[in-house]
Nanobody, 122 residues
Framework: QVQLVESGGGLVQAGGSLRLSCAAS????????MGWFRQAPGKEREFVAA????????NYAGSVKGRFTISRDNAKNTVYLQMNSLKPEDTAVYSC???????????????WGQGTQVTVSS
């Protein structure tokens, strides 16, 4: 079993930055690939970014590439999502998830955090 707890969400103006954190417990962190997903009101959950278990290879949705950076600190059992140049359309609940590989599909992830709200004002 894996427990995931996100933090770092909030309200920010367009063009601003936020860094989300996701702390994991319950299983060896470096054995997990990690992903970030988001869900806006009335919309389906969508993939944001993912990072592999050990070599740190990453994958991003086209809508965030160049603005968001996913990283991990295996010593701290934590994955981060640095979000720069935020836009109002980035407003959503952001959730981290864990799986054996850095999938794009949310259905492949076994464990989920509770989510953190990010609101970007125009």
């Amino acid at each position: 079993q894996v427990q995931l707890v996100e933090s770092g969400g909030g309200l920010v103006q367009a063009g601003g930055s936020l860094r989300l954190s996701c702390a994991a417990s319950g299983r060896t962190f470096n054995g997990l690939a990690m992903g970030w997903f988001r869900q806006a009101p009335g919309k389906e959950r969508e993939f944001v970014a993912a990072i592999s278990r050990r070599d740190g290879s990453t994958n991003y949705a086209g809508s965030v590439k160049g603005r968001f950076t996913i990283s991990r600190d295996n010593a701290k059992n934590t994955v981060y999502l640095q979000m720069n140049s935020l836009k109002p359309e980035d407003t959503a609940v952001y959730s981290c998830a864990a799986a054996d590989l850095p999938y794009i599909s949310s259905t492949r992830y076994d464990y989920w955090g509770q989510g953190t709200q990010v609101t970007v004002s125009s």
